[in-house]
């Protein structure tokens, strides 16, 4: 029997220049099988492809099942050589297998053991980028540029293979080159497998590999099957197991930090697509692109665009023009030697927005299942691989879209997300504002598919096989490990929203045994708001929520007996934290279900409001809710601002942190109440020159919170003392003439009102 005839084509991994020779190659040498380079424990996986092939781009992942940690994504794309391997073996019924070193015994390596060199510098960097020598010798900064060129730009044939063969064994030979052992346990394992291969009496075996594993592959029966045999005897191992999962060019690509990725997805497959005519396509597409963007690029441009990028190929000696000279010409062309345009076409041609798809046929945990039923149900198929980011039923009379909770489909939506969410897969994100608080009717959704969804969909299978079990057996489990009562009523507000009625009552419960525990007057401040919406969300939704009110009932006049001595001694930091959480507990004990602890409250307040230790930021807001909620006469507040504005009071950035506090939301109250506003002119017009420089700030980003109206108003009453809350027309105060002291002070209440 003649000896097997065995051909090694060292690819670049996602090369079309490598994926076009390939194909070539194939057909010429005519092979009985194929040994490709990819985790031997890819067998089954491989095999699927037979039957009901992904639409590429498309990754196997592999994954530990008692480690979900432990997980690799191997990805293809239509440019893919492997991938183009695959497609040649199914079209021509011959088989082909995996043979790299198996996951299950990659996951076990020590990778951290690594050899140590005493080496120059002229040989650590031939030991870490061996190619990097040949591109310096052809005039190229890096290895990738010139492999790009030389291999994967011109027209190479399938004779291109062997000379890869001869110039990587030459760089192998080199006596300082050492690889490391996952390396050479990788390339013994190939062997083995190559053996196996022509044990099973395969005769004409294609290997393909990436470039630098080659030559070592090529002497597989030079090698005695004994060496290779003793270097993977004894390799330990863990379970694994493998799935196909879609994929995207923006995760291929080296910005999503896929290690073996590449920088210009879009553009390769056009370079494998249409090799010859790239140029002309891409520019047109880029014209195409800045048309509907609303940029200017008419045909002559396009066609002034491709000649320069031609030309420029000329002058760089290069077969056709590349990504480089491309970018350039589109710059000068259409961006006119702007940067503008670029980001632009980087993010659509050069990374490209394609996202692959795995047939429903295909093996998945039943987590997975469920949710592409739900995702079907629901009507959001649309979103579910779509690669770029989209607003949940936007339109573009409404971008931003929306969903009605009154609507059992939209109900179903959010549910669905909600419970994603509680699974840490975000595919959507909420958009609070107060049209999407947990009473309301409305949510905002901002919808980001990522490939990675598919090991957290995995991970999220240990705790149910469907997203209600799911979801209720994780937050059940977050609740038994939670201390915080504001996560747990977190937590509470999570189950409503997700539709998990189930957990309340333990999370109800859990809450009660820490409340009773908890003497932090913060964590009941910032919980207060989250359990009155709990409340007031299962009132809407039937939920008996009893248990959860007489929390609220029981935890209230705690908080209020120990709010004023927690806001003392506050840095600005924690007094803004402060603030939020003071501020969201008014509202939410201003709900009508809740006015009857309004009297401990506002006294608490009073309290702190005149307490000399109380922090600026909190007093002055303090000062404002009893104002608002007449609680504080007129004349009372204009004491109190007056108390606080005072030289003595305390300094200028301390006046400015109550001023802040007090204006919190609406500049109205100055507006309507004369006094005030003369107070806090009055202190404006006294405060020194370094000191105005430091509050000027703080005061500045109060005043930048009202609306233009309302400061519009307030510069007319710092010209004029004497205008009171008068409603005034745009630009009105141009046919006013001023005083040189006046001007100075209309200077002083622009750079206040942030308006000049």
């Known amino acids: 029997m003649a000896a097997p005839d065995i051909r090694v084509f060292g690819i670049r991994h996602h090369g079309p220049g490598s994926a076009r020779s390939l194909m070539g190659a194939l057909q010429l040498f005519a092979p009985d099988c194929i040994a490709v380079e990819l985790p031997a424990d890819a067998a089954g996986a491989l095999k699927a492809l037979e039957k009901d092939p992904p639409e590429p781009p498309v990754a196997i992942l592999f994954y530990n099942p008692d480690d979900l940690h432990q997980a690799a994504y191997y990805p293809f794309a239509e440019f893919s050589p492997e991938w183009q391997a695959f497609r040649y073996g199914i079209a021509n019924r011959i088989p082909f297998f995996p043979v790299d070193l198996p996951v299950n015994v990659q996951f076990a390596l020590d990778r951290k053991s690594q050899l140590t060199l005493n080496l120059t510098p002229e040989e650590t960097a031939l030991q870490a980028d061996p190619l990097g020598m040949m591109a310096q010798l052809a005039g190229y900064p890096d290895s990738e540029r010139w492999w790009d060129v030389m291999f994967e730009r011109g027209p190479n044939e399938e004779a291109v293979f062997p000379s890869i063969l001869e110039m990587v064994a030459a760089l192998r030979d080199d006596p300082v080159r050492t690889e490391t052992r996952e390396t050479l346990l990788r390339e013994a394992y190939m062997r083995k497998c190559i053996r196996d291969l022509i044990k099973q009496g395969h005769q004409r075996i294609a ?40 994929w995207s060019y923006r995760h291929l690509s080296r910005e999503s930090g896929y290690g073996a990725g590449v920088s210009a997805p879009a553009w390769y497959e056009l370079l494998f697509q249409n090799n010859e005519e790239a140029t002309v396509r891409w520019m047109a597409r880029v014209a195409a692109l800045l048309r509907k963007e609303g940029f200017d690029a008419s045909p002559a441009q396009t066609q002034d665009a491709t000649r320069l990028a031609d030309t420029l190929a000329t002058l760089r000696n290069l077969v056709i023009p590349g990504l480089e000279e491309l970018e350039e010409a589109a710059r000068s062309v259409f961006g006119r030697g702007e940067n503008a345009v670029l980001a632009l076409i980087r993010e659509k041609l050069v990374i490209g927005e394609r996202t692959g798809m795995v047939p429903a046929g295909l093996a998945k945990v039943p987590l997975q299942k469920d949710l592409e039923q739900t995702i079907k149900s629901t009507r959001m198929t649309k979103y579910w691989g779509a690669d770029e980011a989209q607003w949940l039923k936007g339109t573009a009379t409404n971008p931003k879209g929306g969903i009605d909770l009154r609507e059992p489909t939209d109900l179903d939506k959010s549910r669905l997300l909600h419970r994603l969410n509680i699974l840490e897969i975000n595919w959507g994100s909420l958009e609070e504002n107060p049209e999407t608080t947990l009473g309301g009717f409305k949510e905002i959704w901002r919808m980001q598919w990522a490939p990675d969804f598919a090991l957290s969909i995995i991970e999220a299978g240990i705790w149910g096989n469907t997203l209600e079990k799911a979801a209720t057996a994780r937050l059940q489990h977050l609740a038994g490990k939670s201390s915080n009562l504001s996560e747990l009523a977190k937590m509470a507000s999570d189950a409503l929203r997700a539709g998990l009625p189930d957990v309340l009552t333990p999370l109800i419960r859990r809450m009660e045994e820490i409340s009773a525990l908890s003497h932090d007057i913060f964590t009941l401040l910032e919980s207060l708001p989250s359990l009155i919406g709990v409340i007031q969300y299962g009132d809407a939704r039937k939920t008996d929520v009893t248990a959860l009110a007489e929390l609220v009932n029981e935890l209230a006049p705690r908080m209020c007996a120990g709010l004023p001595a927690a806001l003392a001694g506050l840095d600005e930091e924690s007094a803004q934290n402060w603030r939020k959480a003071v501020g969201a507990a008014n509202r939410a004990l201003s709900i009508q279900a809740y006015e009857h602890h309004m009297p401990v409250w506002l006294r608490a307040l009073e309290l702190a409001a005149s307490a000399g230790s109380t922090a600026p930021l909190i007093a002055g807001q303090a000062t404002r809710i009893l104002f608002d909620k007449q609680k504080w006469s007129l004349e009372r507040t204009n004491q109190q601002m007056r108390l606080a504005l005072s030289a003595g009071r305390s300094d200028a950035i301390a006046v400015a942190g109550w001023v802040e506090g007090f204006m919190e939301g609406s500049g109205l109250v100055l507006i309507h109440h004369p006094p005030l506003w003369a107070l806090l002119d009055e202190w404006v017009s006294g405060i020194g020159g370094e000191s105005f420089q430091s509050a000027l700030p703080v005061v500045r980003r109060t005043f930048s919170q009202f609306t233009p109206r309302e400061r519009q108003q307030m510069l007319v009453m710092a010209r004029q003392p004497q205008v009171i809350a008068e409603v005034v027309p745009e630009k009105a105060e141009e046919a006013i003439l001023f005083t040189e002291e006046e001007e100075m002070l209309m200077i002083t209440a622009r750079r206040i009102l942030g308006m000049g």
Do not use: S
Not at 236 to 243: C, F, G, I, L, Q
């Open 207 to 246: 290997v393909v590999c990436g470039a630098w594993h080659g030559p070592v592959l090529a002497r597989t029966e030079k090698i005695k099957a004994a060496a290779d045999n003793a270097v993977l005897k004894g390799l330990p191992k863990r379970k694994t197991e493998a799935v196909w999962i879609p």
